[in-house]
T-cell receptor
């Protein structure tokens, strides 16, 4: 499979704590994207990191990319109940025409 | 400010029935996509349309057909539904197929085939 894999599959934290989720993939990439999916809704794009970038920030989000380990992490700081959702990584793989989505991390933020 | 609109939101079919899922976007995007989402599998690409007038197979095209009716609309057809096609179907669009373009998703069609 060309899909990435997120780890952990599920994560439960208290409001105000930081949440970290990881994505591993198998092939070389042009970029990696993170998406959020609220229950019963479509995916929403959060952030894109290119293969030549190592870290990127957007508000409370911090994404890192290690191409040597073929992995990425998404950190959400000072989490809020509204951050409760599933988070997916998607890889734009070199030589492929499609985005390949991972299996997702289900984040629950307890108020 | 609708974005990507999918109809219907829910549908139950019997094995062998046919159905067309509709998708429309109002963002003047060139590229459109159909995915299916199954538990534990992530999203898998069924078909995509890089631009008006073109369609191409994705990762799991068997059992499906698509039509890019115009720049706004991209439909997915199941000619003879099978229980294995029970899934949540998402339509998405992007400015272009260039790799740095984010995709914008509709809220999905939940399809059950009995």
């Amino acid at each position: 499979s060309q899909q990435g894999e997120e780890d952990p599959q599920a994560l439960s934290i208290q409001e105000g704590e930081n949440a970290t989720m990881n994505c591993s993939y198998k092939t070389s990439i042009n970029n990696l994207q993170w998406y959020r999916q609220n229950s019963g809704r479509g995916l929403v794009h959060l952030i894109l990191i290119r293969s030549n970038e190592r870290e990127k920030h957007s508000g409370r989000l911090r994404v890192t990319l290690d191409t040597s380990k073929k992995s990425s992490s998404l950190l959400i700081t000072a989490s809020r109940a509204a951050d409760t959702a599933s988070y997916f990584c998607a890889t734009d793989q070199t030589g492929a025409n499609n985005l390949f989505f991972g299996t997702g991390t289900r984040l629950t933020v307890i108020p | 400010n609708a974005g990507v609109t999918q109809t219907p939101k829910f549908q139950v079919l019997k094995t062998g029935q046919s159905m067309t899922l509709q998708c429309a976007q109002d963002m003047n995007h060139n590229s459109m996509y159909w995915y299916r989402q199954d538990p534990g599998m992530g999203l898998r690409l069924i078909y995509y349309s890089a631009s008006e007038g073109t369609t191409d197979k994705g990762e799991v095209p068997n059992g499906y057909n698509v039509s890019r009716l115009n720049k706004r609309e991209f439909s997915l057809r199941l000619e003879s539904a099978a229980p294995s096609q029970t899934s949540v179907y998402f339509c998405a669009s992007s400015v272009s197929r260039r790799s740095n373009q984010p995709q914008h998703f509709g809220d999905g069609t939940r399809l059950s085939i009995l």
